[in-house]
């Protein structure tokens, strides 16, 4: 293409865009993954409120706050005056989710998957709707590129550890997680397998059940360890004090919001995390 | 138009606490139940006003099964004073009383009730304790406010030339001398306008000197029933009660 | 011939109203007020800045005069699809439980208790939550059928049965013993509470989440799709409970002496554990669990009235409802644009003011 007409063609996309553009100055944006995106196609100074999970960059965390993604109140939202509203499939409840359709702000809403390919697809998706297709084609390929590099790297690494991803809120339930959930998709990017892959969601887990699976490593999300007081409690908790895994110390700290949120951070600290568990891992003789 | 028992018989548990328990109380004629403890005497009443259905037998009042009366035109011709109030809430003592115009709703204006309230308080005299909390009362004047709330359900006559039947379970319990004196004369002022009283006593010296007719209760059957003078005989007062020796009241 | 009692002395000819029921229509009134003035707040009052000729305008239009149109449609839609639906449904289910919570008051003769006591949160909670636990396994054909009104209608289901239950167990010889009513309801809802817990053992993350919210109420997410049914029942409730003022009344003074008053104290059990079921059922649907208000607000006004049925179930209707319009104010503005949940608003108001209210009348209030 031609100099001059790359410059005709911008130009008439500039113009075909303007009323759009010029229609996202203030955007409420809802779910860590939507915030994080924002951000890196440069945006983020346009965003007037987000919700609590939007915890990165850093300037998001100063943002005020319309309440939790599954809880939002629909005139909070409205009362920021945002002209446009960008939420993940998480959000709720579902009344307030209506009432925002309802108000005629403009609205985009994801759809919730676990994967590197969502994350494209996310990208993409909201870089049309602030019409900034063009960077959004290069996070696009930026984010590919980091995977591609990330693959190599995990793939590089040269192991399949079974994985026994956990989870317990305070005095709750243990459980673990099967397919259809962020973790899984954490499992799958650093190529490892599921032990509990034969179900979906949450499952309340026992000592038997996972001595029974017998993973070779044990993720457990880091703020979860903090609040149950530690690695050390992650290690002895009786869901998994019997398991070689736990005997061995091969439990490893995820950040979910770097790791578990798939945004455009998400293959680097997949990577981070698969070459963390190599290293430390404590080889059982198998 | 008397309020009779026939053949009625109370059964709990396998035991017969009334008996094939017959006889008749007529207006404007003051009669008494009498009798030791778990005669009976307040299972025949129960059952004379009522509250409670026979399990052999029937029960009328002036002239109708008691079952077959709706409970409001019940309700207009006979008022109960129960041994005891179960009221655990602060009402002030006049709406206690107001309570018994209940069932005359949609049968009588604001007015009269107010009137018919007033004038109850006053013939039981309470009405320096109307706007007292009723709870905080001694025992005598809840049982003067719970009397005057009877008299207040059926002060009118309920048809033309209707009895009004007032039914008493022991009225004088908790009362100073001077109450259970003037509540006998007061009860002896309606027997003579016509009411039918019929109370469960204890105190045999007030039955002799108030009532005109007993019912002498003893093991769940009707013992004797006729005029006071004639029932209360020394010799019967010793057997019924189980003393030592005769008893003549005075 | 003695003077009439001062009480009714005062009650002339004229004017026929004792001090008491003087009183009686006076916080009936300045309930009134309270209540229209909740409503007026839920409507003008928001995170969102709306100027009074803004809503003026808008409010104009409904009447057919003008059109709103200087009035943005983000500002029109949150006053006539947010607020609007928000205050009517806050008002009734301030109405609800405050009238539910009088009536069941009456229904066990003691002033502590209140809707819970016959398993009506409970039973709804405890539905609800296997709702949000089991939706997408279990009971997901029958949420697929329901569509958006699963929650509550199922919610609203768990209520009634919980009652029905609870009802026909303490049913002997054809009457209904309250004593043994109040037993069956902690039994019941000992019941519902392992129920909770194991489904919140099941719960994952996220509806864990969802659950907790539920169970600590809101209006949140209140349209008029949703406000109207439940608005419905809650109408026929509070009217309903309202006609129950007289015999409850005499129901203070202990069943056998209500019965010898010529009241149906059978039938008017009944009613009132139906119709308290059926409104409390509605807003438990609706909003989730908000506690207190059928405790407190009762108290509140029979401090004043007194006991007597006919100032205290209106007044608690109307004072209910200006207590749950003043709480959700404070519910949607204090961390705006984040809400606060009501439950927690009405419970951090209640319960202080509960125990206030226990020091300060324990010779009075009819518990002794």
């Given at each position: 293409m031609s100099s001059f007409t790359r410059l005709f063609a911008t130009a008439a996309v500039a113009v075909a865009l303007y009323p759009i553009s010029s229609a996202q100055e203030r955007i409420v944006s809802v779910g860590g993954d939507v915030t994080e995106v924002i951000f890196e196609l440069g945006l983020g100074d346009r965003i007037v409120a987000v919700d609590t999970t939007s915890v990165y960059p850093l300037p998001a965390l100063a943002l005020p706050k319309v309440g939790y993604v599954r809880q939002l109140s629909a005139e909070g939202v409205l009362s920021v005056e945002p002209d446009m509203i960008i939420i993940s499939g998480a959000a709720g409840p579902i009344g307030a989710v209506e009432q925002l359709r309802a108000s005629g702000v403009d609205m985009v809403e994801m759809e919730t998957s676990y994967s590197i390919d969502a994350t494209l697809e996310k990208t993409r998706i909201i870089a049309e709707a602030l019409g900034v297709e063009q960077k959004g084609e290069s996070l696009v390929s930026e984010v590919q590129a980091s995977w591609a590099e990330a693959s190599e790297k995990i793939e590089a690494l040269e192991f399949e550890p079974t994985v026994l991803f956990f989870t317990a809120v305070g005095d709750g339930a243990p459980r673990a997680a099967g397919v259809e959930t962020a973790a899984q998709g954490v499992i799958d990017m650093i190529g490892g397998i599921n032990v509990f892959g034969d179900y979906s969601g949450y499952k309340p887990l026992s000592l038997e059940a996972a001595v029974a699976a017998d993973p070779d490593i044990i993720l457990v999300m880091a703020h979860n360890a903090l609040a149950l007081g530690g690695k050390d409690k992650v290690v002895n908790h009786p869901a998994l004090s019997l398991t070689t895994a736990a005997q061995s110390g091969n439990v490893f700290l995820v950040d979910a919001t770097r790791v578990m949120q798939f945004g455009p951070r998400t293959p680097e600290a997949a990577a981070d995390l698969a070459e963390d568990i190599k290293e430390n891992m404590v080889r059982n003789g198998s | 138009m008397?309020?009779?028992?026939?053949?009625?018989?109370?059964?709990?548990?396998?035991?017969?606490?009334?008996?094939?328990?017959?006889?008749?109380?007529?207006?404007?004629?003051?009669?008494?139940?009498?009798?030791?403890?778990?005669?009976?005497?307040?299972?025949?009443?129960?059952?004379?006003?009522?509250?409670?259905?026979?399990?052999?037998?029937?029960?009328?009042?002036?002239?109708?099964?008691?079952?077959?009366?709706?409970?409001?035109?019940?309700?207009?011709?006979?008022?109960?004073?129960?041994?005891?109030?179960?009221?655990?809430?602060?009402?002030?003592?006049?709406?206690?009383?107001?309570?018994?115009?209940?069932?005359?709703?949609?049968?009588?204006?604001?007015?009269?009730?107010?009137?018919?309230?007033?004038?109850?308080?006053?013939?039981?005299?309470?009405?320096?304790?109307?706007?007292?909390?009723?709870?905080?009362?001694?025992?005598?004047?809840?049982?003067?406010?719970?009397?005057?709330?009877?008299?207040?359900?059926?002060?009118?006559?309920?048809?033309?030339g209707g009895t009004r039947w007032l039914f008493l379970d022991e009225p004088t319990a908790a009362l100073d001398l001077k109450y259970q004196i003037s509540l006998m004369r007061e009860l002896q002022d309606l027997k003579q306008k016509g009411w039918g009283i019929v109370a469960v006593l204890h105190d045999l010296h007030l039955v002799k000197k108030f009532a005109d007719h007993v019912w002498l209760f003893k093991n769940g059957k009707v013992e004797a029933i006729g005029e006071a003078k004639s029932v209360l005989t020394a010799e019967r007062i010793q057997s019924v009660f189980e003393l030592d020796a005769p008893y003549t009241l005075p | 011939m003695e003077a009439s009692p001062p009480a009714l002395e005062a009650a002339s000819s004229a004017n026929l109203n004792t001090n008491r029921e003087r009183i009686g229509v006076l916080v009936l009134a300045g309930a009134a007020l309270l209540a229209m003035i909740g409503m007026a707040i839920g409507v003008l009052v928001g995170p969102l800045q709306i100027t009074l000729s803004e809503f003026s305008a808008v409010a104009l239009s409904w009447v057919g005069i003008g059109d709103a149109e200087s009035v943005s449609r983000v500002k029109t839609g949150v006053i006539e699809n947010i607020r609007a639906p928000r205050s009517v449904l806050g008002a009734l289910v301030g109405a609800s439980l405050g009238i539910a919570g009088a009536a069941m008051q009456g229904f066990f003769r003691n002033p502590l208790a209140d809707p819970g006591l016959i398993g009506v949160s409970t039973g709804g909670a405890l539905a609800a939550v296997a709702?949000?636990?089991?939706?997408?396994?279990?009971?997901?054909?029958?949420?697929?059928?329901?569509?958006?009104?699963?929650?509550?209608?199922?919610?609203?289901?768990?209520?009634?049965?919980?009652?029905?239950?609870?009802?026909?167990?303490?049913?002997?010889?054809?009457?209904?013993?309250?004593?043994?009513?109040?037993?069956?309801?902690?039994?019941?809802?000992?019941?519902?509470?392992?129920?909770?817990?194991?489904?919140?053992?099941?719960?994952?993350?996220?509806?864990?989440?969802?659950?907790?919210?539920?169970?600590?109420?809101?209006?949140?997410g209140a349209i008029w799709d949703r406000v109207l049914p439940a608005a419905l029942l809650m109408l026929i409730s509070i009217a309903g409970l309202l006609t129950l003022a007289r015999p409850l009344n005499c129901l203070l003074l202990g069943e056998a002496d209500a019965e010898t008053l010529g009241i149906d104290v059978e039938a008017t059990k009944r009613k009132a554990a139906f119709l308290t079921a059926l409104g409390v059922g509605a807003a438990t649907a609706v909003c989730g669990v908000i506690n207190f208000v059928g405790l407190v607000v009762p108290h509140v006004v029979r401090l004043i009235t007194g006991p007597d049925h006919r100032f205290v179930l209106p007044g608690s209707a109307l004072l209910g409802a200006a207590l749950v319009l003043f709480s959700d104010l404070v519910a949607r503005v204090s961390v705006a644009p984040a809400e606060l949940p009501l439950g927690v608003v009405t419970a951090a108001i209640g319960a202080p003011f509960f125990f206030w209210l226990l020091i300060r009348d324990k010779r009075t209030s009819g518990l002794g």
């Open positions: - | 008397a309020a009779q028992l026939k053949n009625v018989s109370i059964i709990r548990s396998g035991r017969a606490i009334l008996e094939d328990a017959t006889g008749a109380c007529q207006p404007a004629r003051f009669t008494a139940f009498c009798g030791p403890n778990g005669a009976g005497k307040t299972t025949a009443l129960s059952v004379l006003t009522g509250a409670l259905r026979p399990d052999r037998g029937s029960a009328a009042l002036s002239g109708q099964d008691i079952r077959t009366v709706d409970r409001g035109r019940l309700a207009r011709q006979r008022a109960v004073v129960a041994q005891t109030s179960a009221l655990t809430f602060p009402f002030q003592s006049y709406e206690v009383v107001s309570m018994g115009r209940a069932p005359h709703l949609g049968r009588t204006t604001r007015q009269v009730d107010l009137e018919i309230v007033n004038e109850a308080i006053r013939k039981m005299d309470v009405t320096h304790l109307a706007e007292r909390n009723y709870l905080t009362l001694s025992g005598g004047e809840r049982k003067r406010v719970d009397i005057a709330r009877a008299l207040a359900q059926v002060w009118e006559a309920p048809e033309a | 709702v949000i636990v089991l939706g997408g396994t279990l009971l997901s054909p029958i949420l697929v059928f329901l569509g958006a009104f699963a929650l509550p209608i199922i919610a609203f289901l768990g209520s009634l049965i919980t009652v029905a239950i609870i009802y026909r167990v303490s049913v002997f010889d054809g009457r209904v013993i309250v004593a043994t009513m109040l037993l069956a309801g902690v039994a019941a809802n000992a019941v519902a509470a392992s129920g909770i817990g194991y489904f919140t053992f099941l719960a994952d993350d996220a509806q864990l989440r969802d659950l907790t919210f539920w169970t600590l109420g809101s209006l949140g």
